[in-house]
């Protein structure tokens, strides 16, 4: 059985930084694609970033400031968060699919199967 679990989050200071992880298990090969989305309360869900084959992709809000990686041996990814701003708190999600697709586009997100519990990220300016 596929199991997510996000693990990093907590409060900091508008400017700092937070490395995400999301463990993964049950895994019998790498998904497709792996992503990170976040909702803040009163928002609906968004993409963050996702990652293909060693390609990513981030959202306009985070470029530049974020960036999605993996490690291979311990089959992690991570999302290393830098220069927070207060508009990034939400709780932060990581995702998985198999099928063919890798968009975290509005409107034509890649529709994901597999999902973290969350990790709430905060921050105060």
């Known amino acids: 059985q596929v199991q997510l679990v996000e693990s990093g989050g907590g409060s900091v200071q508008a400017g700092g930084s937070l490395r995400l992880s999301c463990a993964t298990s049950?895994?019998?090969?790498?998904?497709?694609?792996m992503g990170w989305f976040r909702q803040a309360p009163g928002k609906e869900r968004e993409g963050v970033a996702a990652?293909?084959?060693?390609?990513?992709k981030y959202a306009d809000s985070v470029k530049g400031r974020f960036t999605i990686s993996k490690d291979n041996a311990k089959n992690i990814l991570y999302l290393q968060m830098n220069s927070l701003k207060r508009e990034d708190t939400a709780i932060y999600y990581c995702?998985?699919?198999?099928?063919?697709?890798?968009?975290?586009?509005?409107?034509?997100?890649?529709?994901?199967?597999?999902w973290g519990q969350g990790t709430q990220v905060t921050v105060s300016s």
């Open positions: 990652l293909h084959e060693g390609a990513t």
């Open positions: 995702a998985a699919e198999w099928n063919l697709g890798c968009s975290i586009v509005p409107g034509k997100r890649t529709d994901f199967g597999y």
């Open positions: 049950g895994l019998t090969y790498w998904p497709y694609c």
